[in-house]
Every structure is written in C-alpha cells, then in structure tokens.
C-alpha cells in the first residue's frame, strides 16, 4: 500500500511521530508487504521553534516534501495547501491519506486527496466540540464527512461518527498517538536552560494561550492576564508565548513581574515545565490530554471541548468566565484538585494499533 501522511502545523508532529516509527518497525520485519509512504510537511507552521525541533526531537525522519504554505487568512493558507499538495499527487499518488488533528492543514489535504480518489484516513476523528466559531471544528467537520477511515481516540468520538451515520466498520477505536509520544519520551524530559536560574525551587504554573478568542483582542488577553497575575500569589507563570499571541501582547506594553515569558519551547523542555508544574492555564486541546496522563490540574480558558474524557477521567476543567477564573486558580495552588482516572487506550500503543489496522486494510 502506499501511503501519504500530512503534517503541517505543531500539534502534528507529536500524532505523526509514532505512527512513522512503527511504519518503519514493521517495514524492517516484512519488506516482502512493506508500505511505502511520503512525509508530507505542508508548512503550516515554519518557525524553527513551531516545526524543526519537534522533528529532531521526536526523531522524525525529514519531511519528502515541503510545501511551504505559510501563513496567511484562513482562505489563503486552504488554497496554499490545496495547490502544493495537488501538485505533490501529479509525482506519486498513494492509496491512502493519512491526514491527523484538526488544523487547516488536515482540511485541505483530505479534500484534495478524496477529489483524487484517494483514501482517506483520519486520524483523532470524530471529535466535536459544536463551537463553529472555531476553525478547528470546521477543518474537523469537513474532514470528517469525506473521511473513509477514522482512527478513534474516545468513545465519545466513535459516538458522534455512528450519530452522523458513519458505519461502525470505519470507526477504529485505537486511541491517541499524542500520549505515545508522550510516554515514550517521558524519560528523555530535559531542564530548559533558564530554569534554574528561574524558577529553581521555586512554585510555578504553566500557561499557554494561543486561540484567537483569547489573544486577538488585546483587551481580553490583557483581562485574562491581570487576572491571573492577581490570583496567583508567590507562585511564578511560564509563559511560553505562540508567535499569535506575542504580537498582540506586544502591542499592549504590558509586563507582569513573576512572569516567565519565553518563545515557543521545543517539545522534551516544554514537557519537563509541564511535569513539574503546580497546575496548567491553557486553551490549547493537546495539553489537556497530556496533562490529564501526568495528573496535574489544568484549566481550559475556553467555552467548550471537544475532549470531554479530560474532565470526566483527566484534570481538566473548563472556565468559561474570567470571573470564575480566580478560584479555580486558588483551588490549584492549594492542591486541592481531582485525580487523573485511566482513559481507555491512552497507553502508548495505539500507533502499533493503527499499523495493525492498515495491515489488514491492505489485505
Ligand atoms: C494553528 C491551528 C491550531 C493549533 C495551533 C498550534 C488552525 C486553524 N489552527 O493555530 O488548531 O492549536 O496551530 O500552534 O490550523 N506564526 C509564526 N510562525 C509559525 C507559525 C505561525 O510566526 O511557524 C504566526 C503567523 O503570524 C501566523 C499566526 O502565527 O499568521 C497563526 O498561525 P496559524 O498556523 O495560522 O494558526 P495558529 O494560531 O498557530
């Protein structure tokens, strides 16, 4: 079989990672069915800080193809990615198309590939968040109703696919390639250099905010970082800023004493700060699964979740209101948040999961 896998923006190369080190595992053990595949970077994101570390960190082979999208509107990077990938497929057309998350990139590339006639597989389909302000829970819709092969990371997930009347034999509940990378790296974490002159012993939480509800609008980044700076006591915030959010804050002149504010932060430095921290202040969804694996209290500043098992089995809590935001940050700097529950198949092999899937699709 021959396979395409796109990767194009930061959430990504974590999915991707183990799904490419098993492919290459069970090539070497059956070169007689051995699966060729091309790497795909859409170039979503390009910063060496958003992209380049994560591949050489997660020991990602270099991509076959880049095809430099950029940045730009919504509109413009589709196109981007819709045109460069089109292109790819005139020098090599795979049986399938691996597309993962929920990032423009993974739109844009299950349409082109499906108007191709080509198979497409998505993997962490079937989440929903029902916010269609979000234009991940547009690029998850549409990628969805063309999708013919879902590998699933909730029950919650499978339900929404059957509710939408995908049939149950497309709906591959396997898991979340995020946590394989997570937990195969757990022993590789490194100390970032400014840590120890930092933070040092010192108590601290992590925040990350980069969903244009939360940043485009200097008034309310502003708001929720007052507000966190008032409720946070003695404890220090790292901060490490996305480059969405840093031209915003920059425009405001603000600066918070106690506030750690780095660039983004490669992958095994980032997980480090996590895994030490107090709590996590977020709008991210990945760090809320990755946090609910290591049990430490997070916050959601956003409306909704598409991932609903990290608050019913994992850390996570949502807060819609920066009202209510002051308490939940008091109830994590005194500990007294829930524990983490074991979310089924979040266990580090669902790579080896979906390999096994694309065996028996290829037979
Ligand atoms: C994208 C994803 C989001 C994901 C996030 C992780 C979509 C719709 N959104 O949001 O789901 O959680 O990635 O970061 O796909 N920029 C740089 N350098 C880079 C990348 C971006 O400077 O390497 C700046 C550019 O000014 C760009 C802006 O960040 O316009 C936003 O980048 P973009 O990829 O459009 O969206 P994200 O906010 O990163």
């Known amino acids: 079989m021959k396979i395409d896998i796109i990767a194009g923006a930061r959430p990504n190369f974590m999915k991707i990672g183990p799904i490419i080190r098993q492919l290459k595992i069970y090539n070497e053990e059956h070169p007689e069915n051995a699966f060729s595949y091309r790497l795909i970077h859409t170039g979503q994101h390009y910063d060496r800080n ?12 270099e991509p076959d193809i880049n095809l430099g999208a950029g940045s730009g509107t919504q509109a413009q990077q589709t196109a981007q990615i819709m045109i460069g990938y089109e292109d790819a497929l005139k020098q090599w057309k795979p049986d399938l198309c691996i597309v993962v998350g929920d990032v423009t990139s993974t739109m844009a590339c299950a349409i082109v590939a499906k108007k191709a006639h080509i198979l497409v597989a998505h993997v962490e389909g079937g989440i929903r968040s029902g916010d269609l302000k979000m234009p991940e829970e547009i690029n998850r819709m549409v990628t969805d109703s063309i999708t013919d092969y879902f590998f699933t990371t909730s029950e919650e997930a499978n339900k929404n696919l059957r509710a939408t009347g995908h049939g149950a034999d497309k709906i591959i509940y396997v898991g979340n390639t995020m946590i394989d990378s997570l937990l195969s790296h ?17 108590k601290y939480i992590v925040l990350t905010l980069h969903r244009p509800s939360n940043v485009d609008e200097p008034e309310k980044l502003v708001s929720l970082l007052d507000t966190i700076h008032q409720s946070i006591g003695e404890y220090k915030v790292v901060f490490p800023m996305h480059p969405r959010t840093r031209k915003v804050f920059e425009s405001t002149g603000r600066s918070y004493e106690n506030f750690i504010i780095t660039t983004p ?30 049990n430490i209290p997070c916050i959601t500043l956003r409306d909704s979740t598409e991932r609903p098992e990290t608050i019913h089995l994992g850390t996570n809590e949502l807060i819609k209101d920066v009202e209510a935001l002051e308490g939940f940050i ?5 500990g007294k948040w829930k ?3 074991t ?12 390999v096994d899937a694309l065996v028996k699709m290829d037979k």
């Open 339 to 341: 524990n983490a529950q």
């Open 343 to 354: 979310i089924p198949y979040w266990d580090g092999k669902t790579a080896e999961r979906i």
């Open 265 to 294: 932060m490669p992958y095994l430095e980032f997980m480090y700060t996590v895994k030490h921290a107090s709590g996590v202040i977020t709008d991210s969804g990945g760090l809320t699964e990755e946090t609910s694996i290591l």
């Open 330 to 334: 008091e109830k994590m700097i005194q």
């Open 50 to 61: 958003m992209s380049e570390s994560f591949f050489e960190q997660l020991d990602i082979p």
């Open 186 to 202: 757990l022993s590789k974490l490194r100390k970032p250099d400014f840590f120890s002159e930092q933070v040092g012993q010192e």
